[in-house]
């Protein structure tokens, strides 16, 4: 059995500003993945009143073995209302800089980047200086799709996680395709420039420091602007079991040889989580602007998802 180390304590969270926040995602009937996937960081993020919002979900498609979001070959319809009560919690939450996520919905011919676009849109309704970052799953390889959320949605930050190095694949992440994660990247770099680019992997399964050093050559080669590291941690017995902790000095070390092969931004540490700090993508976006070409709505309109 490996035991937790001291450094991956948490401080309690401030239970009065997280219940108000939960107050707010239950009034409108919202997940977070927060909560869904049992993130270390939830007392830290809900006390400062961020949250990275799960939508499509709770249940899943895929039964990824690390994961503590449930599995569902077929899940429920999408709600109509989802993305008008997110755009609601943003409001409500005076939220500068939004996450948004979902499970994977393998079932629906976009893989539910309609709802991706439906979530943006409301969101920039209600509060337009918001950026918005989106999580997104692989999309099976619905290059289309993706080229649509780019290019109607507009998110200022498409982020996807390898999750893992390739060796480790079959055992944690066996309907994912390395590859295909890494073209998705490399097409969202294609499709709209102007976009940052963000990719997490986790850490603790039985990787190399060389393996990991690998994924993030991988990353730059494909001219991903962000990536994260952190700590695996098993959240039940069910799941796969933590192979070691890895400790601080590694993960600082990776962030030296990240930012020394030239990504914007690597955040590297035991507690990093994909979504963990991601407003600070905002003073990047400051530090290394990038402007988009004018798009008028009308032209937009032709856009359509390959189904």
Known sequence: MVVKPDWLRVKAPQWER?????????????????????CPNIGECFSVGTATFLIMGP??????PYCDIDFEKKPQALDPLEPLHLAEAVRR???????????????????????????IKETRKVSPQTTIEVLI????????????LLLDGQPEVLNHNTETVPRLYRKTRPQGDYQRSLELLQQARAIA?????????MVGLGETDTEVRQVLGHLRAIDCDIVTIGQYLQPT????????????????AWRIAGEEMGFLQVVSSPLTRSSYHA?????LMKTHPRSRPQTSDASMDGLK???
């Open 18 to 38: 997280v219940g108000n926040v939960k107050g707010i995602l239950q009034d409108l009937g919202l997940n977070t993945v927060c909560e869904e996937a049992s």
């Open 137 to 148: 799953p692989d999309l099976c390889g619905n290059w289309d799709a993706l080229e649509t």
């Open 193 to 201: 420039p102007w976009t940052y680019t963000k990719s997490g992997i």
């Open 59 to 64: 249940a899943c498609t895929r039964a990824c």
């Open 305 to 307: 998802v390959s189904c």
């Open 279 to 283: 407003e600070q993508v905002q003073q």
């Open 93 to 119: 939450m005076k939220l500068k800089h939004v996450v948004i996520t979902s499970v994977n919905r393998d079932d629906l011919p976009d893989g539910g980047i309609s709802q991706f676009i439906r979530c």
């Open 237 to 252: 017995q069910k799941h796969l079991g933590v192979q070691d902790f890895v400790t601080p000095a590694q993960f600082e």
